[in-house]
């Protein structure tokens, strides 16, 4: 009597089964290097980064005070990256990405919807 191996004790070099094969994902869906590119509308200029430091500095207040509920708004760097985390202004300042941009979204939504 043979008893199967469950996949997770296999070891490194065992023959998967031709069975399984066909469930394996063997790379990314997407090439990495593919770029999809996105058209999106902004109402207006809300206000702008001319550096990480300033962001550090200014980012809570300037958004508290913009008069934009969160989700309503976009921000991006010079190269047209969007910037949504600490990272991402990290990034812009090793690149010398500045000035980040944040934008009201234009949307087809009823404000308050």
């Not at 490194?12 to 869906?29: C, D, I, Q, R, T």
């Not at 207006?44 to 980012?59: C, D, G, I, M, T």
């Not at 207040?61 to 910037?83: K, L, M, P, T």
Request: proline share 5%.
């Amino acid at each position: 009597m043979t008893t199967e191996v469950p996949d997770t004790h296999r070891p490194m070099n065992a023959e998967v089964p031709l069975a399984l094969k066909s469930n394996l994902v063997l790379g990314p869906v997407v090439p990495e290097r593919e770029e999809l590119r996105l058209s999106i509308k902004v109402k207006r200029e809300l206000f702008r980064f001319r550096s990480q430091q300033e962001w550090v500095n200014k980012a809570k207040s300037w958004y508290a005070n913009c008069g934009v509920r969160q989700g309503f708004y976009i921000a991006v760097d010079a190269q047209g990256h969007v910037i949504h985390m600490g990272k991402c202004f990290m990034a812009a300042t090793e690149r010398n990405l500045y000035p980040v941009v944040v934008y009201e979204l234009q949307t087809n939504w009823l404000e308050g919807a």
